[in-house]
Structure formats: structure tokens, C-alpha cells
């Protein structure tokens, strides 16, 4: 459920957290709380392998 999504999002394991954020997806479709559980996992994604969170600035990232 929910607190096992947040658990996994909590200890960085980012690939079981979307794993269980899409089974819920599936669940509850039109959860509010689902879809934001969902974003926060993507984002959290999106910042780990896409490097966000190295150092340098936010317009030399959009130019690599």
C-alpha cells in the first residue's frame, strides 16, 4: 500500500517505490493521494538519474 510505496521512497529504493505506486495506480486510479504518492516517486527518479542533484548550475544542466 501506501506506506510500503513511502517506506521504499524513504530508503531509496526508487525502483520498488514506482513499482508499488503503479500497482496502486491500477488499484485506485482516481486516488488523489495515489497520483501524488505516484509524482512524488517520479520526481524522486528524475532527480537521481538524471543527475539534478549534482552540483552546478540549473541552466548548465539544461545544456547538457
Do not use: C
Not at 505506486?21 to 532527480?47: D, G, N, Y
Amino acid at each position: 500500500g501506501k506506506e510500503l510505496t513511502l517506506k521504499y521512497l524513504e530508503r531509496g529504493r526508487l525502483t520498488d517505490a514506482l513499482t508499488s505506486a503503479e500497482r496502486l495506480l491500477k488499484i485506485h486510479p482516481r486516488s488523489p493521494a495515489v497520483l501524488e504518492l505516484h509524482r512524488q516517486v517520479s520526481v524522486a527518479m528524475t532527480m537521481k538519474t538524471g543527475g539534478w542533484e549534482d552540483d552546478g548550475s540549473f541552466r548548465n544542466k539544461l545544456r547538457n
